[in-house]
């Protein structure tokens, strides 16, 4: 099980939304590089980055934002915002981001996805955000009438390196994460499924370790982390001590 800590990047800024609301957006930091960082000193393995401003403009915004990450740490990196074209892989690829998430443009363009992942084996993981159990697109902007299973499946079988699951119903909001419904679209799925939305405290990593979980790759955590309400040293310390056990 793999812990994502979120950085949200709006106008520059590390941020958390409420409920994916641009107008409740609270800022923790406003250097991104300082920030990922501090997550791998705290023992993180990955960093999972979002360019919030470039969702709804359908374009990176966040730019130099990302580069200041990807020089401050050494953890691989998805990043996820307004990425919606092969081109526009192919540079954040080659500048040093690990995984590109594609959300939008897995539901206008399926086939966009599926040529991306013939393209870059491995380095292509999709988005699904959803409200009401219905897909959310152009930043959280628009709900469509696919389910989350449905938009899924339409990858089963592409190439997809991820897919991270986030209810916008839960996000922000330190609700707990949406275990139930998370399980459901990797029970359908063939590809590893990432819970993301809601995560709240360490409750959510000992459910995380639960059996039942293992089929999930990870999950993402953002707000509680800022706030201190999930330690990072114990929940790391949680996760080696499963991984011990497994192995």
């Known amino acids: 099980m793999i812990l994502f800590p979120a950085i949200d990047l709006k106008d520059g800024q590390c941020v958390r939304l409420k409920l994916g609301d641009m107008d409740q957006a609270t800022v923790f930091n406003d250097n991104p590089g300082a920030q990922a960082k501090a997550f791998e000193d705290q023992g993180f393995e990955w960093l999972h980055v979002v360019d919030l401003n470039g969702a709804f403009a359908g374009e990176s915004v966040n730019g130099a934002a990302v580069d200041a990450i990807l020089s401050a740490t050494k953890n691989p990196v998805q990043l996820g915002g307004g990425i919606r074209s092969l081109?526009?892989?192919?540079?954040?690829l080659a500048k040093g981001i690990?995984?590109?998430?594609?959300?939008t443009v897995a539901v206008r363009d399926p086939d966009l996805v599926k040529e991306a992942c013939r393209r870059f084996p491995g380095k292509i993981a999709?988005?699904?955000?959803?409200?009401?159990?219905?897909?959310?697109?152009?930043?959280?902007?628009?709900?469509?009438?696919?389910?989350?299973?449905?938009?899924?499946?339409?990858?089963?079988?592409?190439g997809v390196?991820?897919?991270?699951?986030?209810?916008?119903?839960?996000?922000?909001?330190?609700?707990?994460?949406n275990i139930p419904s998370t399980l459901e679209l990797a029970r359908s799925v063939s590809i590893p499924v990432i819970a993301s939305g809601g995560l709240a405290s360490i409750?959510?990593?000992?459910?995380?370790?639960?059996?039942?979980?293992?089929?999930?790759?990870?999950?993402?955590?953002?707000?509680?982390?800022?706030d201190g309400r999930l330690?990072?040293?114990?929940?790391?310390?949680?996760?080696?001590?499963?991984?011990?056990?497994a192995s």
Do not use: Q
Not at 163 to 173: C, M, P, Q, S
């Open 126 to 158: 999709v988005g699904i955000d959803a409200r009401g159990g219905r897909v959310a697109v152009e930043g959280w902007a628009e709900t469509s009438e696919l389910t989350a299973v449905d938009l899924a499946k339409r990858f089963e079988d592409a």
């Open 161 to 177: 390196s991820a897919i991270i699951y986030t209810d916008i119903d839960r996000d922000g909001v330190l609700k707990g994460l």
């Open 231 to 245: 330690d990072p040293k114990e929940a790391m310390a949680l996760i080696a001590a499963a991984r011990s056990k």
């Open 203 to 226: 409750d959510d990593i000992h459910r995380l370790l639960e059996p039942d979980c293992r089929i999930l790759e990870g999950a993402i955590s953002g707000r509680a982390l800022y």
């Open 87 to 92: 081109d526009h892989i192919e540079t954040w």
């Open 98 to 103: 690990t995984r590109v998430i594609l959300g």
